[in-house]
Nanobody
Framework: QVQLVESGGGLVQPGGSLRLSCAASGFTFSRYSMSWYRQAPGKGRELVASITNAGIAINYGDSVKGRFTISRDNAKNTVYLQMDSLKPEDTAVYYC???????WGQGTQVTVSS
């Protein structure tokens, strides 16, 4: 069955960086676009970034443009989210998402705080 397992979250100070990973299994990873979403406390889930099956980043949320980078390694069945210049408002649970299904991972917590 389809599985998406996120990792790499944690506590980081403002201005710091984190790299999230999403390991995919149960399907032919290289055939699907993938996305990262996030959900902050008390808010709805919002798109962070999307990437095509060929590795072209096609969309970033306005609040993360220029700071976050989505990428993928089809040989490793993994999609990544490099997060730089983190701000307290980036605090959220980050979810991996397969654009056809849909399928969600369990999420990984990112907390940006001093």
């Amino acid at each position: 069955q389809v599985q998406l397992v996120e990792s790499g979250g944690g506590l980081v100070q403002p201005g710091g960086s984190l790299r999230l990973s999403c390991a995919a299994s149960g399907f032919t990873f290289s055939r699907y676009s993938m996305s990262w979403y996030r959900q902050a406390p008390g808010k709805g889930r919002e798109l962070v970034a999307s990437i095509t099956n060929a590795g072209i980043a096609i969309n970033y949320g306005d609040s993360v443009k220029g700071r976050f980078t989505i990428s993928r390694d089809n040989a490793k069945n993994t999609v990544y989210l490099q997060m730089d210049s983190l701000k307290p408002e980036d605090t959220a649970v980050y979810y991996c998402y397969r654009n056809t299904g849909p399928y969600w991972g369990q999420g990984t917590q990112v907390t940006v705080s001093s």
